[in-house]
């Protein structure tokens, strides 16, 4: 490898190159951020062509250096890197923001060398940290992850969860790069460029940080080189710099963010191609990986063991969760489990009984965790399933529906659903969940309702591309199915027919127990009724819906622990909207509800068996 000084003038070069790549970019576009990517071109260029090894040609081989860009604004940046590394032809650039083209406005892995999504600001840390703690812990691997920020995203909450797990697991192989270009959209950010602050605060949270001229090359591979030797924490870049770094007239005011330069785009460049030594100039080096990241298969997740219950024992389906989870991670290696604090709620300290290596403690952070767990999970070098109670899964949203745009594959359980978790209260009641799950495209949504269909729906979320939600219980639930009970994604379960029944209950978790002992009441009274366990809300078994219904005369009843919007009942709606003669009866929790004893509570919110023995005689008589 040239030296620094070897390099300065080629990569100063080629930092203005990038500049006037996004100049010319964002103004075909007429969109775009052209003084965000300013503001980090050198930085850009000093890692691409000096520090990063990766292969050109495979730009997510395993062994490759990881990159996470999350100002994901300034993606114009990125893709010129890209392009200049000779991944793509430079003149592709010019189709930025076309809607044929895969260079979005901001980064998505529709392209081959993007790993996440980005652009919602502060989420690409956490991602970053998940890349890292795989890198050191599963793949044992020399690759490192680097993540660059923007200063005003440095703000985000979900950016400090970031560092504290970084700090606090002393993640030596990653190096977060703040760019603090000092002016934010509409105002500067917070701290400007008070540089000391940023430093003392990095230091705080257990980085080695290192304060930089964001704009010198050889301070720069000075920087770098120095967070590659520290050995016992992770390390951060905090960059000075200017937005619109080298742009006349335009450099470090206000009101030209996310501007395209317009008229002034010819004399922006005319004066950056003045700087440079060398118009022509191409990376003369990019270094190649060290080849040891290990092969890697996903595929073929599989219990150790059968279910092993009796039909008739009471199990909460939480615990059945970590029994699973226990048995997936015993028979594959690359199964692994994330929890916020709450593993002796959730079950997932079962992991730790097969290998506390494969255990990653997140804390009270469930941003971070599902970030983590969209990280550990990248390139399928895991199998990742992160658990927490299912309402704090609320504030993770927006990970969430990123990590949708990232095409991750990341399996999350959301356990003490609804009103039947008790006493706690409406605080820890997740009643919302069903509908954030189903809102998310292609996510697969399982609600099992015994010990027997949890421990299968773990298994095929296991093998199921997207995000998975599983929705567990805190009660305890009888076993319904037999061990030898086989499911899949999208196919319900009839636990309760005759050749009489009037109407047709769709229900899970705790109110199919309350549905079971409900159609003994009406059986009792020569009240027959059919009784359907979805399983998957989504994709929910439309045929079985719209054909058991009709044979019930066209009678339904949705019974769900969870808000009418967005569950159960929104869910069969939706698969009878275009059936004549058929009407839906929804209960759910109509109310924001209270502490009290789990059955009472079933009781006052209309979910228990004397409310759906009243709800089919009123449909009934329909």
Not at 161 to 180: P, Q, T
Not at 235 to 254: H, Q, R, S, V, W
Not at 275 to 291: E, G, R, W, Y
């Amino acid at each position: 490898m040239p030296s620094a000084l070897e390099q300065q003038t080629e990569l100063q070069d080629l930092a203005h190159k990038l500049r006037i790549h996004s100049v010319n970019m964002t103004t075909a576009s007429k969109s775009g951020h052209p003084t965000s990517c300013s503001s980090m071109a050198e930085i850009m260029s000093v890692l691409f062509y000096r520090v990063m090894k990766y292969s050109v040609a495979e730009p997510k081989h395993p062994s490759n250096d990881r990159f996470i860009l999350s100002k994901g604004h300034a993606a114009p940046i990125l893709y010129a890197a890209w392009a200049e590394a000779g991944l793509f032809p430079a003149s592709d650039l010019m189709n930025l923001r076309k809607i044929d083209s895969d260079l979005e406005g901001h980064p998505t892995p529709r392209l081959n060398f993007i790993d996440v999504a980005t652009g919602s600001l502060g989420q690409g840390l956490s991602v970053a940290c998940g890349m890292a703690y795989a890198g050191k812990h599963f793949d044992k691997a020399s690759y490192r992850t680097y993540c660059l920020m923007g200063d005003g995203e440095s703000m985000e909450g979900n950016i400090w969860e970031a560092l504290n797990f970084a700090g606090f697991y002393k993640l030596n192989n990653l190096c977060a790069i703040i760019d603090v270009n000092r002016l934010g959209q509409s105002d500067p950010a917070p701290l400007q460029h008070d540089m000391e602050t940023y430093k003392k605060r990095l230091e705080s949270f257990g980085f080695h940080a290192i304060v930089v001229d964001g704009h010198d090359i050889l301070e720069l591979c000075k920087a770098f080189d120095e967070a590659e030797s520290v050995l016992d924490k992770p390390t951060c870049l905090i960059a000075k710099t200017f937005k619109g770094k080298y742009f006349p007239d335009i450099e470090n005011l206000m009101n030209w963010h996310g501007k395209a330069l317009g008229d002034k785009t010819a004399s922006v460049v005319e004066h950056v191609e003045a700087l440079m030594k060398n118009p022509a100039v191409k990376p003369s080096f990019i270094a190649p990986p060290t080849m040891d990241a290990p092969d890697v298969n996903i595929s073929g997740v599989a219990l150790s063991d059968p279910p092993a219950y009796n039909l008739g024992d009471k199990l909460a389906t939480r615990q059945a969760y970590g029994t699973a989870l226990a048995k997936i991670a015993k028979n594959h290696p690359n199964v692994v489990a994330l929890d916020g604090d709450m593993k002796n709620s959730t079950f997932s300290q079962e992991m730790l009984k097969v290998d506390k290596n494969r255990y990653i403690e997140c804390f009270i952070c469930e941003q971070n965790m599902l970030g983590v767990g969209i990280g550990v999970a990248c390139r399928d070098r895991s199998v990742a399933f992160a658990s927490t109670f299912a309402a704090f899964l609320t504030r993770g949203f927006d990970n969430l529906r990123m990590g949708v745009i990232s095409q991750t594959n990341l399996n999350v359980v959301g356990s003490h659903c609804g009103v039947s978790i008790g006493e706690d209260g409406p605080s820890q009641m997740a009643l919302e969940d069903i509908a954030m799950f189903r809102s998310l495209p292609g996510c697969t949504v399982f609600y099992p309702s015994d010990a027997v269909s949890t421990e299968r729906a773990t298994e095929l979320a296991a093998n199921t591309r997207g995000i998975c939600f599983i929705r567990v219980s805190r009660p305890a639930t009888p076993v319904i199915y037999s061990n030898q009970e086989q499911f899949t994604v999208g196919k319900a379960k009839i636990v309760r027919k005759s050749d009489s029944d009037q109407v047709l209950v769709v229900a899970a978790g705790i109110t199919l127990a309350e549905t079971m002992k409900a159609a003994d009441m009406l059986a009792a009274k020569g009240i027959n009724i059919r009784v359907m366990d979805p399983f998957t809300i989504k994709p929910l078994d439309i045929t079985a819906v719209q054909d058991n219904a009709a044979a019930c005369g066209g009678r339904i009843i949705t019974v769900e622990d969870h808000y009418p919007e967005g569950g159960i009942g929104d869910a069969v709606l939706d698969a009878v909207s275009s059936n004549r003669n058929m009407i839906v009866r929804k209960l759910a929790v109509n109310a924001v509800p209270r502490s009290g004893p789990p059955a009472e509570l079933l009781e006052m919110f209309g979910i228990s068996a004397n409310n759906i023995v009243k709800a089919v005689n009123d449909v009934i008589k329909l």
